[in-house]
C-alpha cells in the first residue's frame, strides 16, 4: 500500500470559503499543492461586519467551485483524493454547516474517509505545517475574532494560558478605522497612519495589565479612542491629518504593551516546565501587523525563546491548515462519520472557563 496521502481541506467558518489539498508522504514534511481562498469582504462591507445568512448562502454557493479550483491547481483528481479535513467548528454554524455537508457528500459519495476538524486547532498546528516546529510550543493567535495563548502539547491537547476577555485585537482595529474614516480592514490602514503619527501623543489605557495572568481586554481602548477622537473634535472642530495619525499610533502603542506584556507571562509560564527548544509562534491576521511583530520578536529575544511566524496567507484563514491538522488525525487514527456536527462553541481547552464575548466569528471558544 502506497504511503502517500492525499487530503483535501475544506473551511467556511467565517467569510473565507476555502479549499487545499496537501499530500503528506510517510513522515516527511506535507506538500500544499494548492490552497485557494475565496474572501465575502464585498458581500459584509455594506452591514459594516459579517452577517451569518449571507456568508452561509455565499459559502454553499461558492464551496464547489473553490474545490474544482483546488484541484486544478494541485492537478489532482477527485478520485485521486484518499481524505477529506472539514472545519467542524468554531464558527457561524450556518458557514461551518456548508462544508460539514460538502464532506459528508463527498465522504459518502467518494466512499473515502472524512475527519472533523478544530478551526483553532487548524492555526494552532500550522507551525508544524510551515516550520515543522516540535510540542510543546506556544502559540498566540490574533485575529478579527480570536485572541488567546495555548500551549500546544499535541494535535488534540491544548492549554489555554489567557485570552481576551471581550474583543479580539482585529476588531479593536477594525473599529478605530471605523471611528476615524479609515477604509476596513482596518489592520492595515490604522497601521499605515501609525506610522506617520506619535505613539506618546495619547496616553490611551493598557487594560488588565494590573491583573495576573494572560488574560486581556481591548474594548475599553476603542473606548478610550472614541473619547479622544471627539475631545479634538469638540475644540478643534474636527480632525487634522496628523490628529488622525497621533490617534493611531497611540492606539496601536497600546495594543503591542498589551500583548507584549502578555505574552512575557504566557512565556513565563511555559517556560517552567519547557525549556529544551522553547518556541513562541503567531497566527491570525493581526500578527501582519510590523509593531506587534516587533514587540513580540524583543520579548522572544530577552526570554532565549525562538520566534516564528507562518507566511502570511498561511496566518489568516485558509483550508491548507485544516488539512494538515486533517492530516495529523487521521495519521493518529481518528475518524469520523455522518454524525459528525457542526459546533458553534468548540473550545481547543476544554478545561478552561468559557471566554466571554463574541467576535465576528460568533463565540470566543
Ligand atoms: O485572521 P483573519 O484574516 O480573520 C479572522 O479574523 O479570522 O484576521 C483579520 C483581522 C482583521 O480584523 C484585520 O483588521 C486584522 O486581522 N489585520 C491587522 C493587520 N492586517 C490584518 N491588524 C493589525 N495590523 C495589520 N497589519
Ligand atoms: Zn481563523
Known amino acids: 500500500m502506497s504511503d502517500t496521502l492525499i487530503i483535501l481541506g475544506l473551511e467556511s467558518s467565517c467569510d473565507d470559503t476555502a479549499a487545499a489539498i496537501l499530500r503528506q508522504t510517510g513522515d516527511q514534511a506535507p506538500e500544499i499543492l494548492s490552497s485557494i481562498v475565496h474572501g465575502q469582504t464585498e458581500l459584509h462591507a455594506p452591514f459594516g461586519g459579517v452577517v451569518p445568512e449571507i456568508a452561509a448562502r455565499a459559502h454553499a454557493e461558492k464551496l464547489d467551485t473553490c474545490i474544482k479550483e483546488a484541484l486544478e491547481a494541485s492537478g489532482t483528481a477527485l478520485a485521486d483524493v484518499d481524505a477529506i479535513a472539514v472545519t467542524a467548528g468554531p464558527g457561524l454554524i450556518g458557514g461551518v454547516l456548508s462544508a460539514v455537508m460538502c464532506a459528508k457528500g463527498l465522504s459518502a459519495g467518494l466512499n473515502i474517509p472524512m475527519v472533523g476538524v478544530n478551526h483553532l486547532a487548524g492555526h494552532a498546528l500550522t507551525p508544524r505545517l510551515t516550520d515543522q516546529v516540535s510540542f510543546p510550543y506556544v502559540m498566540l493567535l490574533v485575529s478579527g475574532g480570536h485572541c488567546q495563548f495555548l500551549m500546544v502539547h499535541s494535535p488534540e491537547e491544548y492549554t489555554r494560558l489567557g485570552g481576551t476577555i471581550d474583543d479580539a485585537p482585529g476588531e479593536a482595529f477594525d473599529k478605530t478605522a471605523r471611528l476615524l474614516g479609515l477604509p476596513q480592514p482596518g489592520g492595515p490602514s490604522v497601521q499605515a497612519e501609525a506610522l506617520k503619527g506619535d505613539p506618546k501623543a495619547h496616553r490611551f489605557p493598557r487594560p488588565l495589565l494590573d491583573r495576573a495572568g494572560c488574560d486581556m481586554s481591548f474594548s475599553g481602548l476603542k473606548t478610550a479612542l472614541l473619547r479622544a477622537r471627539d475631545a479634538i473634535i469638540a475644540e478643534k472642530g474636527g480632525l487634522t ?20 506584556e502578555k505574552t512575557r507571562r504566557a512565556l513565563a509560564t511555559y517556560l517552567e516546565e519547557n525549556s529544551a527548544q ?16 516587533a514587540g513580540l520578536e524583543t520579548v522572544c529575544a530577552e526570554a532565549g525563546v525562538t520566534f516564528t ?57
Open 241 to 260: 491629518v496628523q490628529d488622525r495619525a497621533d490617534l493611531c499610533a497611540s492606539f496601536q502603542a497600546a495594543v503591542v504593551d498589551v500583548l507584549a
Open 278 to 293: 522553547p518556541v513562541l509562534a503567531v497566527a491570525g491576521g493581526v500578527a501582519a501587523n510590523t509593531a506587534i511583530r
Open 309 to 365: 511566524a507562518p507566511p502570511l496567507a498561511l496566518c489568516t484563514d485558509n483550508a491548507a491548515m485544516i488539512a494538515y491538522a486533517g492530516i495529523e488525525r487521521y495519521r493518529a487514527g481518528a475518524r469520523d462519520d455522518m454524525s459528525l456536527s457542526a459546533r458553534p462553541r468548540w473550545p481547543l481547552d476544554q478545561s478552561a472557563p468559557a471566554m466571554l464575548g463574541s467576535g465576528k466569528k460568533g463565540a470566543k471558544a
